[in-house]
């Protein structure tokens, strides 16, 4: 209910996951009681899926020293892939194609050009990606075809 949870206010860099998630249009950062602080945040009102996350734990990422998985040598890999494919199904959002986008534009672009596609053609509120509504005015927007879902999280354990 838009009673629990507040509007997206800013998109922020920091706000960009590993696997190309942008924590900042997920239902858990925008939750009002025990809101998580993103992937990249400190683990205290993290859901336990996304703390014990393998691609956020992934060895690779930890000894690639990179912060996006576009950098390692196994990117996509069967995780990332199957985390993406859930997320093109249900929500419209592929991390892949995100991870590939910060990969040719830099992360920086990459968050201005998230704020225009998640911007309710509407009202103007950013658009939390597991809502099918608006949390602002309601509109319904065309996610993922006949296949848009309500979720409460992530679910970042795809693998
Ligand atoms: S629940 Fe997971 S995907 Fe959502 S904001 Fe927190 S860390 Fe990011
Ligand atoms: S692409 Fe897969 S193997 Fe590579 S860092 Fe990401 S999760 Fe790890
Ligand atoms: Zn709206």
Avoid at 10 to 23: E, F, T
Avoid at 45 to 51: A, F, S, T
Avoid at 55 to 68: G, Q, V, Y
Avoid at 106 to 124: H, L
Wanted: aromatic letters at 6%.
């Amino acid at each position: 209910m838009a009673s629990e949870m507040h509007l997206p206010e800013s998109l922020d860099v920091a706000l960009i996951a590993p696997c190309g998630m942008n924590c900042g249009l997920c239902s858990g950062y925008l939750r009002d009681k025990k809101r998580c602080p993103g992937c990249n945040g400190e683990d205290e009102n993290k859901p336990k899926y996304c703390v014990v996350c393998r691609i956020k734990n992934c060895e690779e990422l930890a000894a690639s020293e990179a912060t996006f998985c576009y950098a390692c040598a196994k990117f996509p890999c069967l995780r990332l892939r199957q985390l993406d494919k859930r997320y093109r199904t249900k929500y419209g959002m592929s991390m892949i194609e995100n991870l590939e986008m910060i990969h040719e534009i830099g992360v920086d672009e990459f968050v201005t050009r998230q704020k225009k596609r998640w911007t309710c053609p509407e009202c103007g509120s950013l658009i939390c990606v597991h809502k099918v509504g608006c949390l602002a005015c309601g509109h319904v927007w065309n996610q993922a075809p006949g296949k848009a879902k309500e979720g409460n999280h992530a679910g970042r354990d795809g693998g």
